[in-house]
């Protein structure tokens, strides 16, 4: 892998030099980039003995040797660390002073930024937004560690260990890197809404992060992605190669995946779609009164746009040749939850099946999940559990697979 390890001037940096050994000693090719002030804590000479690079600090320096846009578009992986208060709020502001914030700018790999600095500043509003804003562009943002910091006092700011440092960015790499390069994902997420009147709806309490999350991981693995997004609780994903799509009602869900679908290797049908509309729309606001009776809504039933894009598919060819569906189940005396997510993969027609098991508090906003995935070919379902996150890594792996011919 070919990592570029930023340090930030601070006094941690001396911790940097032992997560370098780690990440040399793995193998990977590491080009160090600090910043100027880093160089006062520890200097060039040891950075270029212990990775085997030249060091360079600004961009304008060795022009002709370093290209500040491909150092950062060539890397596999970003560590900054350790992360001052200033390097966060220079990223949030996307300057870019010298070659690392070019780097910033330039990479579009998995970055994991580990800050270390006194509690007051770590705790600071201004350094809170300006984490919640790197965090909300798909960097990991380490929380330091609490202990012992710089002179006599304690409390949270300190560096994690390396060894936890390098853990996090290992497990950041997705496992299927480049495995879906020059592949297109159309992905939907979120929850519909359908309209009741101007000012109301039905709606569910889907809250998106599961289909962002798959979103920003076939991303890492280096597809271009076209997001659907629903109503959903969470920023969509800043990233290159995500393009938003914005939609409210199942019918444009519909529109929107057959129009994106065109061409596209893979559908991903994260979105929480709602099976009842209302018959009829309200022109205006439906109003209170004394005399009127309570009003009864009528509902019909919305398309199903899983089931009609693999219609369309199977007639038509041009749609994706992999359509995964996901299955928000409960289990009943009639049949546990894998029975039914069974019933629904050959009901639905498509060639994979998320099944989650679902109720009040479950999954729906919640960040720990668990889901087995079904294969329509027979092959032996996969159970995956943890954060969100962790959960949509191994769906893009089973996807990867499906293009690998493992
Ligand atoms: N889905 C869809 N269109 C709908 C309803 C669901 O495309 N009108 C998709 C969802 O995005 C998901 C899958 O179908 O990928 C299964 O969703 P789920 O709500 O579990 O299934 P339903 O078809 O609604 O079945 P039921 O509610 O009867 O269990």
Known sequence: MRI?????????????????????????????VPTRSALNFVGEATW???????????????VDEVNHVLQGRNADLVIIAPATADFLARTAAGLAPDLLGNIMLTATCPILVAPAMHTEMWL???????????RHRGITVLDPDSGRLTGSDTGQGRLPEPATIWDHAQNL?????????GKHLVISAGGTREPLDPVRYLGNRSSGKQGVALAVQAARAGARITLIAAAMDIPAPQHPRIEVVEIESTRQLLDAVLTHSRGADVLIMAAAV???????????????????PVPVIELEQTEDVLATAVQ???????????????AAETGDEHGDVLTYGKQKLDRKGCEMLVVNQVGVGRVFGQDDTEVTIL?????????ATGTKDQVATKIISAVAEQFSGR
């Open 4 to 32: 570029v390890l930023g340090v930030c001037g601070g006094i941690a940096a001396y911790k940097a030099a032992l997560l370098l050994r780690l990440m040399t000693e793995s193998g990977h090719e590491v080009h160090v």
């Open 48 to 62: 270029e003995a212990l990775s085997g690079n030249r060091v360079h600090t600004d961009t304008f320096e060795a």
């Open 124 to 134: 600071n509003p201004a350094t809170q937004a300006n984490v919640a804003t790197l």
């Open 173 to 181: 790499v997705s496992p299927s890197a480049g495995a879906l390069e």
């Open 274 to 292: 709602a099976d009842f509309r209302p018959r009829t729309v309200g022109e205006s606001k439906i109003k209170k009164t004394a005399e009127q």
């Open 312 to 326: 369309t598919r199977n007639e038509e060819k041009n749609l994706p040749g992999l359509i995964v569906g996901f």
């Open 375 to 383: 294969y329509a070919d027979g092959r032996e379902a996969v159970t």
